[in-house]
């Protein structure tokens, strides 16, 4: 049964633009403020926290303009900030990894959500939106209940990677088949981790199969790695790897940048089959 529920999520994944002008109970807060702490205390680093932003009214209409991707702002009745105590690249990690299991919680309580990226807007109109002591927050989580679709209208769906072009073995390049991937079980696991949101869908995880381990590298985009996508994926491949019985954790690895094929690659961690 939870293989099916977490498989059905990640495939059936979407983010939420678009939501209804309904702000939410009291009763429902009170849940969503008790699984802030939760996450928080669930944590090892204890390297964030999470800020509700009740009014979204005055969150968006400050941010619109300069706020989201190429400054178009998702409008929703409350927002969520994602506050790093410390800015490394293990808060970032841990961060994203936690904001992500909070949004299926979201799920569970009907609530869409959206990341909305804020890092490039300008402090002093983050001081006013945020508030002061929330001027340092790069990214905020959209969310509420979603507006109906038309049930007569295809989604539109972002093409995935298949898994033969992001599972290699023993190195990159090295593809590995199918039949390999299915006699050690992980076939279910690698074709439903290919619907794990990254931003701007660029899914630019890699995953290295050697030995008993998986190795994790991400894409690197003109010298940078998006690590909010890294806590991402290891959160749901952790989640998805439970549903065929393993429940190891990811050990973060030496930052090391190998090339392949004209593009560069960050070595982020291991995984133990």
């Known amino acids: 049964m939870m293989a099916m529920l977490m498989s059905n999520f990640l ?8 939501f209804k002008d309904r ?19 669930e944590s090892i680093g204890k390297n964030f926290n999470f800020i509700l932003f009740r009014d979204g009214e005055k969150v968006y209409n400050l941010l619109k303009g300069v706020a989201g991707y190429s400054g178009v702002m998702i409008n929703s009745p409350h927002y969520i900030g994602v506050r790093l105590k410390e800015v490394n690249d ?10 992500e299991k909070l949004m299926g919680k979201l799920n569970e309580l009907n609530l869409g959500s959206c990341w909305v990226s804020v890092k490039d807007a300008d402090k002093g109109i983050k001081s006013a939106a ?3 002591e929330n001027k340092n927050i790069g990214y905020l989580i959209a969310f509420g209940y979603a507006k109906p ?10 093409p995935r990677y298949s898994i033969e072009e992001i599972v ?23 074709y439903y981790i290919r619907f794990a949101p990254s931003n701007y869908n660029k899914q630019p995880w890699r995953f290295i199969l050697k030995n ?38 990811w050990k973060l690895l030496d930052k090391e940048i190998i090339g392949h094929e004209g593009k560069q690659y960050r070595l982020i961690g291991e995984y133990s089959l």
Not at 11 to 18: D, V
Not at 228 to 238: L, N, R, V
């Open 130 to 132: 945020l508030g002061e």
């Open 212 to 249: 008993d381990k998986v190795i994790l590298l991400l894409e690197m985009d003109e010298g940078k790695t998006d690590l909010m996508d890294a806590g991402i994926i290891m959160y749901y491949f952790e989640e998805m790897a439970k549903t065929i019985g393993l429940n190891n954790k």
């Open 23 to 41: 702000k939410l109970n009291d009763k429902v807060i009170d849940k969503i403020l008790e699984t802030f702490k939760e996450l928080e205390e």
């Open 11 to 18: 495939k059936n994944r979407r983010s939420i633009r678009e």
């Open 90 to 99: 293990f808060s970032i990690m841990e961060a994203s990894y936690f904001a």
């Open 168 to 190: 290699f073995k023993n190195e990159l390049g090295n593809r590995v088949s199918l039949e390999e991937i299915e006699s050690r079980g992980l076939d279910d696991l690698f």
């Open 149 to 158: 679709k038309n049930p007569f209208l295809d989604e539109p769906t972002s």
